[in-house]
């Protein structure tokens, strides 16, 4: 693996070098297109091909090189795969970024094993963990998402809000359930509230009944489920509504889709939860844009998935090189004030301003401000299910 990675490095710093002007520039869009939260992958997928094609179409970017965007199948849960089609774009087809990756641990095993030994400027529309504000990253990894240290703070707040004050948690048993269910209890019972019971359950079993018994007994007024929605967490929801356990349920990020709603319909009413997201004007604007190709805008991380490629870009953009490195020390700068303010559909005049020696302060359709080290400070959607609806209450 170690001769790989040095075969790999060196072969990217040669291209980078030989490249030809004319030679697209090529983003590997990373996600989990299979397995867990496959229904949640296209959207974002679309929202990152949607800022390459503006890009493209601007055609000023680099001096008029065009990009190339390469989807890849991380799966989110299976290190390994994300590992290996990583390897792939970057040895075989190139690619000087990455989109990506989508579940955390599928984000830590693409940006450990690959894009960090490689010197790949790595930005994930999704990933929550709070493992990674703290991986070891030499400047190369950022995420538009907020860490679930914060989703768990809100989580907290929101329950209590309610008048729920005892709730029994299950979690998907990988990085990103783990952690949030931990930042969750944390700031729950440092509120006053009760946790009868936080177990742990695995994807793609038939049969949840046991975890479901399990959690019956130790009580609650309602189950947080902080699973995914394709696989494990329904599984939970159906389980429990079968037995008639839980008929209240809170739902993070990983929960929060259309499948939901495909589910269970009005079955779950009342039930609540939130995911990253916003309401400013560029929130609007690219559901409109994406909405022009069919496209749910509203769907968790899809405006991320826009604003990481386009941060990406512009970043290279405003470093003129695609060297990781030199890309890296831009992200901040072309994400943050001072500098005109960007939106969706605006990257024309971005790359104009860029190019003129400007600053811009990419706002995109998610807010994006990033705090050190590299991640978003964080906006969420609150969301309750009515008449079988996922419905918006207010936004944090």
Do not use: W
């Not at 019956?216 to 037995?243: K, M, Q, T």
């Not at 386009?310 to 831009?330: N, Y």
């Amino acid at each position: 693996m170690k001769r790989l990675m040095i075969a790999t490095a060196v072969g990217a710093l040669c291209a980078g070098s030989a490249v030809a002007q004319d030679d697209p520039v090529k983003i590997g869009v990373i996600l989990g297109f299979t397995g867990p939260l496959e229904s949640l992958a296209p959207p974002i997928a679309a929202g990152a091909e949607l800022a390459i094609a503006e890009v493209n179409e601007a055609g000023s970017f680099m001096n008029g090189r065009n990009v190339e965007g390469i989807r890849g199948d991380s799966t989110c849960v299976d290190a390994s795969a994300a590992t290996a089609v990583a390897e792939r774009l970057v040895t075989s087809d190139g690619i000087v970024g990455i989109v990506g990756a989508m579940c955390s641990g599928a984000t830590s095993a693409v940006f450990t094993n690959v894009a960090r030994p490689n010197g790949i400027v790595q930005i994930s529309p999704s990933a929550t963990s709070p493992a990674l504000t703290t991986i070891e990253d030499d400047g190369l990894f950022f995420r538009l998402a907020p860490s679930d240290t914060r989703q768990g703070e809100l989580m907290a707040e929101i329950i209590q809000g309610r008048g729920i004050d005892e709730v029994a948690v299950t979690y998907t048993n990988n990085d990103y359930g783990k952690g949030l269910a931990d930042s969750f209890e944390s700031a729950f019972t440092e509120a006053g509230g009760t946790i009868t019971l936080s177990a742990a359950h695995e994807d793609n079993k038939a049969d949840y009944s046991a975890e479901i018994g399990a959690l019956a007994s130790a009580g609650g007024e309602a189950l947080v489920v902080a699973g995914y929605v394709d696989e494990g967490g329904s599984g939970i929801i159906r389980a429990a509504l079968d037995s008639g356990a839980f008929d209240m349920f809170v739902l993070p990020d990983g929960m929060v889709a259309g499948a939901l709603e495909e589910n269970f319909g009005n079955s779950i009413d009342g039930s609540f939860g939130q995911h990253p997201s916003s309401q400013n004007e560029g929130a609007q604007t690219l559901e409109a844009m994406l909405a022009e190709d069919d496209v749910d805008g509203t769907s968790p991380y899809a405006k991320e998935g826009y604003d990481a490629a386009a941060v990406l870009l512009l970043a290279m953009q405003a470093a003129d090189s695609t060297d990781g490195q030199a890309v890296a020390a831009a992200v901040m700068n072309v994400a943050n004030a001072p500098g005109e303010p960007i939106m969706p559909g605006e990257l024309a005049k971005a790359l104009q301003i860029l190019t003129e020696g400007g600053d811009i302060d990419y706002v995109g359709a998610s807010d994006v401000e990033l705090v050190e080290p590299g991640e978003s400070a964080g906006n969420y959607r609150e969301i309750e299910i009515r008449d079988g609806k996922i419905e918006t209450v207010t936004f944090h």
